[in-house]
């Protein structure tokens, strides 16, 4: 006897919800787009960016946050992470950078955010000008770091186990100060 879960069959559906899934299939593709559209739940989507220097990481201060918080903002729609993060460092913080592929995507449920993370080493001192949202900015160690928000803290958590296997891959670079 297997104690394996099976696969829910049609068999096993009632036949209203079988009934719903036969009117979806035969619904033009807007329509099934607007269907999906109301009943999934909606997210919002950030990317954020590890600007890393000799083991600290770029901080800003921010009007609309509390404590720290990292480059980066929600994707304007339509818009690829790795596009919205070069596009959110610069405005912030006057840096352009290339990214790699993101090291991490973090799903927060109960306030529906999705968080892209990605990493970019810094391989000499730059000046940051805090710019657009940003109040002030810092390169800070870890420990230096203090009161962070919640999706910053959430993010240092992933970053912190991403270096832990090696980091290395995923990682992009800084182009001009």
Known sequence: MSSQPRPPSTERLGPLHRLALRTFRVLPRPLRML????VAPAHTVG?????????RVLLLRQHHREGWTL?????NRGEDAGAAVVREVCEETGLTVEVGLPFAALVAP?????????HVAVD????????????GAAWLRPDEVGEVDEPTATSFVAWTSWRATGGGMHTGRLLRA
């Open 35 to 38: 269907a999906i559209r109301w």
């Open 47 to 55: 990317a954020l960016c590890f600007l890393e220097q000799d083991g």
């Open 71 to 75: 480059p980066g903002g929600l994707l």
């Open 110 to 118: 109960r306030s529906r955010r999705v968080d892209i993370l990605f």
């Open 124 to 135: 000499r001192p730059v000046e940051v000008h805090a710019n657009g949202e940003a109040t």
